[in-house]
């Protein structure tokens, strides 16, 4: 075992040692295959992507070279072939998405997918187009600009999005003749994310399945202002992500995912279903699901959490509590109240729900000792139990089943890692009642990060990374330690860098070492809206290195003078450590 020894703090002069090894290393080819030039007035970007012919297995892979030449002023961007080209309008881009490193464009009738030489130019490419797409978004007269933030909570560039997230457990029985307003405020919130649990009924008349009576039912209350980003389902978990019309241009991305833990753990009567996007350069994820029943599963519903953490891949390799800016996770998460039923009854009567919330919840007692749902918060409770009441009866007198004591089932937490989030509104609604549940729906405001396109490259610009050590690592080893490396990545970045390899030690120091990362964009006030990704790998040797956690550091702080950071190393939803470092910005002249 190697000895552990405390970290030392680097001694000198930072700034000059880190301009020292910039000088030393070699350039990058980024510049390969993109040039910015100006022509008459108009600021064009000219790129090169590839298009590929032909398979792996055959090993004959064609390779046609293209041109791309993108007009800031015209708002276009052409595709020059040899042989044909091919004019997009970026003001009329319905989507645009990254798939396994290629950037796929859809407008109008047109689809086409740009293959680059490498992830730096990739990346210049979509923050250049989503900057086009936003500043086409402010003039139009359709659209509809966001109001800024107050400063205290947000940078100037930040906008704010206000959300709709609901959960209700249909019971297998459709809202027919009840009155969704109460519940779902119509043309009230830029965004409605609604999750439904037990969603499985005869269709009426006018659809062909329930899937289709659940999604037409729900957007034609919400009216023809709002279109379905995205919907997705598991058996009997539905959910689904409305946005308006005028705001839909402004996502990019859009996934679904799902993920069983039913019986077997293969079966969709329980489990997850996720969709996810990018609202401008904020991602945004939801997670509707429905977890196991009955008052003394904790473990199973603490386990079920963690498979859907560990499982559901959407949008990203990473798990999706550490590859979000918003994660929002909602649904009938079945953890009940502990008591005896007449006691928790006469408590609710009584209006002594603070008791029954603090000292009698299992969700929150679970969350208090780190068991399920780390890094998510969830609003203070103050309305009744949403469970169990008998369905088509006032929801106002709970259900004499003895096996089921009130509880509150129904839940909606959040996570974001820079808290630039407002939770405005935790509220229930007890008018619906064909279920032996009640919708609980939550209001929130969220900070959002607008596109910042330099059109300078005159300097190269580096986040400084220095004084790095980890403290209490996962085990990758069966030794009982792991060989610790870390890489730094972010889709910013012109490429990704690691750390060496400390050998056998859960506590590792490389405060040796300096990382220099270099982002797409020469700008500070790019880099601040950014967020780092930080991987701890497991070296093996012969093997494929483990992966230990990852951790997230948003770049808000980060400045000319040094900022330290402490962040949390994430596995499978489970905190495994932290890592030290300090971070600072420098820009080097050409």
Known sequence: MKEEKPNQEFKGDIVAEARQLIQQQSPLDYEHGIKFLTDKGDKKVILTTFSRSGSRASGKIKERKKQVIVSTSAQTLLIQGKKNSQ??????????????????????????????????????????????????????????????????????????????????????????????NPWIPKNKYDLYAIGAQECKYSP???????????????????????????KTNLWQIRLGVWIRKTLRRNVTNAKRSKEATGIGSVMGNKGGVAISFSYYETSFCFVNSHLAAHQAMIKERNDSVIKIIDSIR???????????????????????IEGIKD???????????????????QLVQEMRKNQVFYGFEEGYITFKPTYKFDPGEPHTEYSDDR????????????????????????????????????????HFTVAVQTPRFSWNQAANCYIVIYDIYGRGFNIGDSNGY????????????????????????????????????????????????????????????????DLLGRARVPLTNLCTSPTTVK????????????????????????
């Open 87 to 180: 004019l997009f309008d970026l003001t009329h881009i319905e989507d645009f998405s990254v798939k396994a490193g290629r950037v796929v464009l859809k407008e109008g009738g047109q689809k086409r997918t740009l293959s680059f030489k490498n992830s730096a130019i990739k990346n210049q490419f979509c923050i250049l187009l989503r900057s086009i797409i936003y500043n086409h978004s402010l003039s139009s007269s359709m659209a509809s600009p966001l109001t800024s933030l107050p400063t205290t909570t947000a940078t100037k560039n930040d906008n704010k999005l206000n959300l709709f997230v609901t959960t209700w457990n249909v019971g297998n029985a459709p809202p027919e003749g009840q009155d969704l």
């Open 204 to 230: 009426r008349p006018q659809y062909k399945n329930c899937e289709e009576d659940w999604f037409e039912t729900l957007s034609n209350h919400l009216g023809e202002d709002y279109v379905l980003l995205k």
């Open 314 to 336: 959407i949008g990203t390799k990473e798990d999706l509590t550490t590859a979000f800016d918003y994660v929002f996770w909602f649904g009938d998460l079945n953890y009940r």
């Open 343 to 361: 006691g928790v009854q006469r408590a609710i009567k009584e209006d002594k729900l603070d008791d029954l919330y603090q000292g009698s919840d």
């Open 403 to 442: 096996n089921r004591i009130p509880s509150w089932c129904d839940r909606i937490l959040w996570s974001c890692p820079d808290n630039k989030i407002s939770q405005n509104s935790y509220n229930a609604c007890y008018s619906i009642i064909t279920s032996d549940h009640v919708p609980v729906y939550s």
């Open 482 to 545: 792991s060989d610790p490396f870390l890489k730094f990545k972010g889709n910013f970045l012109r490429e990704h860098k690691k750390t060496e390899t400390e050998r056998m030690t859960l506590n590792p120091n490389w405060d040796n070492q300096i990382i220099l990362l270099e982002p797409v964009v020469g700008d500070l006030g790019f880099v601040n809206q950014q967020v780092l990704n930080i991987n701890v790998w497991d070296w093996d040797k012969g093997f494929r290195n």
């Open 567 to 590: 962040a949390t190393v994430m596995h499978k939803g489970r905190p495994g450590g932290f890592i030290h470092f300090k971070m600072l910005f420098l820009k080097v002249e050409k």
